[in-house]
């Protein structure tokens, strides 16, 4: 990899910050699948002992970060700044848990892909000498997600085929420039990317121009190769936008067929009962944060290149007719 603090769209992260522990919170529907016997608070209730579905989003993603920071050993008081954000209107969630924690926040929007760019900004700090240690956090709730984007629960709407499930689940993780864990090497910087779907329930077809535009800007700038990562992980795709990617990448000479794996493809037990698997913030948080940090942490993975996708529509401009803009941001990691 090149030795340039900057290359293109790619950060070179030279003093190596470090992912020193992991925070997971995650609902049944989740935790019945594989991702969740990595999970470290698996939820009976999705209401989280809360009175709204607002609320208990906001205590997962408290909860998360909060695990995460015992989990280093550290207290609230050793962070320097937590990056967080969510799909709610205002970041609401983030904002509400940050209220508690007394902690520097710098509050974030980058929809599904918030959890790659929150690690990427705080690893940036934390390499670049202004923080010690930094939190980077994000988290979902289907039932919040369903009726500020789509519809009322109660309404009972069919879901279409194409459609995906958003994630009841945060993930946080603790970055710091020295102690134990698993290295962030580089960060690429995904750029606004938009190939006209107006379909809202269509986010994997939306958002997989995006992440391959990143990869391959990630490719371009490192010199590298897919062959260079044990696995190239999207955020959430889905199984339909996960196969448009594969495409998209085959088509500039890049194969990422025997490498790649999408956590909205992974994190539900049965994919067919979900239509295309998982969406939301939550879902590349959770199944990074738990499931694949576990196989950092092991050594079974040595580099894996993480690159979270984001669909940056709202309810205002896809009622005006309005196409998907879509983002998607990458860190590359190493045992």
Known sequence: MTSRQYGGHTLYFKNSPKIISTGTVAGPKECFGIVGRFVDRPLTDDMFGEDTFEKAECKMLSTAID??????GLSRSQIDVLFSGDLLNQIISASFAARDFDIPFLGLYSACSTMSESMLLAAAMVNAGYARRAVAATGSHFASA??????????GTTRPPQSQWTVTGAGSCVIAG???????????I???VDFGVT?????????????????????????????????IISGDLGALGSRILKDLMWEKGFD????????GEIIYDVIEDE???????GCSAVVFNSYIMSKLN??????????????LLSTVSSGQGESIPCISHAVALKK
Request: some cysteine; charged content about 20%; aromatic content about 8%.
């Open 67 to 72: 695990t995460a920071i015992n989990g280093a």
């Open 146 to 155: 369903e009726r500020q984007y789509r519809y009322p629960l109660e309404q």
């Open 178 to 188: 020295k102690g134990e864990g698993v290295s962030i090497v580089s960060g690429t």
């Open 190 to 192: 995904g750029r606004v």
């Open 199 to 231: 379909d809202v329930n269509n986010m994997g077809a939306a958002m997989a121009p995006a992440c391959a535009d990143t990869l391959l800007c990630h490719f371009r700038d490192t010199g590298l190769s897919p062959d260079d990562y044990d696995m």
């Open 256 to 263: 990422i067929s025997h490498n790649h794996v999408d956590c």
């Open 275 to 281: 239509f295309q698997g998982g969406s939301g913030a």
């Open 298 to 311: 092991s050594g079974e993975f040595k580099k894996v290149l993480f690159a979270a996708t984001g669909a």
